[in-house]
């Protein structure tokens, strides 16, 4: 049988970059300054160039940035917070940690993202003091549509950009239209660490300095606790270092990964399998997702075959146990519901060959 086809390999991407890394490494190691130091500050100043916005703020972690991303914004306890519930439940922990309660818009069933009609419907009826987009898969929402309804209601959007590193419209980058926005570098993201991380981007810089104070006990200056809500997130110069070394070949990646979901989107054919559509610069193919009527059987043929998927959620956020164990009622989000049952994740990621590629498709059609 020929090689396995992992759904992704992060050894592969650890030889493509072992070289800079090592470098970054070693220049960590021997500087004797380990957290929040000049590392930090140079990869914070990077990436809020590559992302076009005045700040960045590094931290502990993805959900982490969400949550004291969204405090800066002024969510807190008995807050209700508009958002998906098709993204993997790291919104919605960052909004219990706050006391905040998710109101769930059901999403678009091509787009599989956040419902435009359904979230007007629910910042006309539900008055949300928050929105959270979240550009799942790696696809860029349209901001100007989602800004549109959010502005008119006078609500605050985040962006939750753990999928979307480097995604652009019209030339901006995800993480620069809402008031704030999140990444995870989580080391299967798109721009990945060596362990976990995570970063809050903002143009404002009065965000920008409560989420450096929230990261660190709420610190105004060293020991005096100025601001309430704070807790040790803090970004650790080892990874801001590998992060550094790995900025400049993002959008290449991005670009390999977008050619592949193109080529499965054009080559796939197969009556009981939906591909997504064929994107430009705002798709950054972070996971490449089906819809498939008979979802179980292909993963079997595909396993049989020595070709491993995922399913990117199986269990949407209002379903999930902890939720639906304090008895409240479940919210209708049949769109939601629906994807969580027939979605499937094929490998998708910038170290998989042309042939490799061409073998997954042959296997799909041939189901
Ligand atoms: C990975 C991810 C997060 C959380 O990031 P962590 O660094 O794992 O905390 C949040 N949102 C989405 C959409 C993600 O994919």
């Given at each position: 049988m020929a090689d396995r086809i992992a759904v992704n390999d992060l050894r592969r991407h650890a030889i493509s970059t072992e070289t800079a890394v090592r470098t970054s490494v070693e220049r960590v190691l021997s500087s004797g300054w380990y957290v929040l130091g000049q590392e930090v500050e140079a990869f914070e100043r990077e990436f809020a160039d590559y992302c076009g916005v005045g700040h960045c703020v590094g931290v502990a972690n993805g959900t982490d940035a969400i949550e004291l991303g969204l405090r800066a914004l002024g969510?807190?306890?008995?807050s209700r917070v508009a958002t998906v519930?098709?993204?993997?439940?790291y919104t919605t922990t960052a909004l219990a940690a706050l006391g905040a309660e998710p109101v769930f818009v059901d999403v678009d069933r091509d787009t599989k993202l956040m419902d435009l009609a359904h979230l007007k419907q629910v910042v006309e009826q539900a008055a949300p003091d928050a929105v959270v987009v979240t550009h799942l898969f790696g696809l860029l929402h349209d901001m100007d549509a989602v800004l549109a309804i959010a502005d008119q209601a006078g609500v605050p959007v985040f962006e939750d950009c753990a999928q979307a590193h480097g995604a652009r419209r019209g030339g901006r980058a995800a993480?620069?239209?809402?008031?704030a926005a999140s990444f995870s570098f989580y080391p299967t993201k798109n721009l990945g660490a060596l362990g976990d991380g995570g970063a809050v981007v903002t143009g404002s810089a009065d965000v920008a300095l409560r989420v450096r104070r929230l990261r660190q006990y709420g610190w105004e200056s060293r020991y005096r606790t100025g601001e309430g809500g704070g807790r040790n997130s803090r970004l650790d110069e080892m990874q801001a270092a590998v992060l550094r070394a790995k900025l400049p070949f993002l959008d290449g990646w991005n670009r390999r990964r977008r050619d592949i979901a193109t080529r499965y989107t054009r080559e796939i054919r197969h009556p009981r399998v939906d591909r997504p559509a064929v994107h430009g610069?705002?798709?950054?193919?972070?996971l490449y997702v089906v819809t498939c009527d008979g979802r179980e059987a292909l993963r079997a043929r595909l396993a049989e075959a020595g070709i491993t998927t995922d399913v990117?959620?199986?269990?949407p956020d209002h379903r999930q146990p902890v939720l639906t164990g304090a008895g409240g009622p479940v919210a209708a989000l049949p769109v939601t519901d629906e994807l969580a049952a027939s979605i499937t994740t094929l490998p998708c990621y910038p170290e998989l060959s042309d042939e490799e590629v061409t073998r997954v498709i042959s296997h799909v059609n041939a189901w």
């Open positions: 969510v807190g306890r008995g519930a098709n993204a993997g439940f993480g620069s239209f809402g008031a610069e705002e798709y950054v193919a972070h990117h959620y199986p269990v």
